[in-house]
């Protein structure tokens, strides 16, 4: 296996380690661009202020794959419910599903499906402490989907592991400290993406500064198994970010998948004026449909960039815009509400999960 890092000499030092020995066997994370069950919405607590996103995303993305949004409890369900009908009067491939958890983005503590040959399984990260209801979503989906469940001693956030679909993992140097406090070092952390993931090329980035979550889904998407579309900051926007994204796209377009050369394709960062990081990579994929966070009131010319981007580089999807305006309040936007369950079911039309069809409000308050 094949460790790649960022051209920073002491990181690069920290980072070396042998992989060599790694077995990876017939693993491999499906890339969020191939075909999926489900997806995934919610938000936790933030559903109130933002069950109007949640339906928006529902709406767009129902069209091509299933929708379920979960809640926590019934205070949530009756805002989904609320919002869901203020946007369309069909429920038509939207259900619901009674899921408890703690906090707001299910990207981070859901389950990571993995393709085990010509199976799939759900792989169970450590979480944070503090969030016993977060810990356990994904056993539960396993659990309700009938999928072979397993759980892996590293601490790992959904929005801090990318994969092109082909054994090219991406992840961040903030993925190693976040597990030094658990004593599990970085050839731990590495085996772990390796034999869990059959990870065959890990590409550790830079991450941000000053951006909260310290994700790669903030600057960074694949659109297939040999592009992937990086965020790109001015220098009089903002100087060390903007070197910070040229480092990270000079290190993937290192990269040699399969098929050739990484292509690396530029988009915009979002405005950042006022502190917030706005972005157009931390985007939603639903078999065919890509839909886009937008911002009101900001620069649209990078919108126009980035949208023009994706059409080209997916000539055959259609694009939706989803506005993200007020959820990047919290640090996040598309993406982190979100999550794709790949098609591991290949011979029935849905998987066995205890779906609700949402009741209109009159009917839900009686």
């Not at 996040?332 to 591991?344: D, E, M, Q, T």
């Amino acid at each position: 296996m094949e460790l790649t890092v960022c051209a920073n000499d002491a990181l690069t030092s920290e980072l070396s380690v042998d992989l060599t020995d790694l077995a990876t066997g017939d693993r491999c994370m499906p890339g969020e661009f191939e075909m999926q069950d489900y997806l995934l919405l919610g938000c936790g607590p933030l559903t109130d202020t933002y069950a109007s996103t949640i339906a928006q995303i529902a709406v767009a993305a129902r069209e091509k794959v299933h929708v379920v949004v979960f809640y926590g409890d019934r205070d949530q369900k009756r805002a989904l419910t609320r919002a869901l009908f203020s946007e369309t009067d069909s429920m038509e491939n939207i259900s619901l599903m009674s899921v408890s958890h703690n906090t707001k983005w299910v990207r981070d503590y859901g389950p990571t499906v993995i393709r085990c040959g010509s199976g799939y399984r759900m792989v169970d990260w450590l979480y944070e402490s503090g969030r016993p209801q977060d810990e356990l979503v994904p056993q539960h989906f396993a659990a309700v989907s009938g999928t072979p469940g397993e759980t892996a001693a590293i601490v790992l956030h959904g929005g801090n592991l990318l994969s092109n679909g082909r054994g090219l993992c991406l992840t961040s140097f903030n993925v190693l400290s976040d597990n030094r406090h658990f004593g599990i070092n970085r050839r731990d952390l590495h085996k772990q993406l390796g034999n869990r993931f059959g990870a065959r090329d890990i590409v550790v980035l830079q991450t941000l500064l000053e951006e909260p979550t310290g994700h790669l889904d903030i600057f960074a998407t694949f659109t297939d198994a040999n592009t992937v579309v990086v965020g790109q900051f001015s220098e009089e926007e903002d100087p060390d970010n903007a070197a910070i994204l040229e480092s990270n796209a000079a290190t993937l377009a290192k990269v040699v998948t399969a098929n050739g050369p990484l292509q690396v394709q530029r988009i915009p960062m979002g405005v950042k004026s006022d502190g917030l990081f706005r972005t157009y990579t931390n985007c939603i994929y639903a078999n065919g449909i890509l839909i886009v966070p937008t911002y009101q009131g900001f620069d649209a010319k990078r919108l126009e960039q980035a949208i023009a981007c994706y059409r080209r580089l997916l000539p055959d999807w259609k694009v939706v815009c989803v506005d993200a305006s007020e959820i990047i309040q919290e640090a996040g936007a598309l993406h982190c509400v979100s999550l794709n369950i790949p098609k591991i079911n290949q011979t029935a039309k849905s998987l066995p999960l205890p779906l609700e069809v949402p009741r209109r409000p009159d009917a839900f308050e009686q």
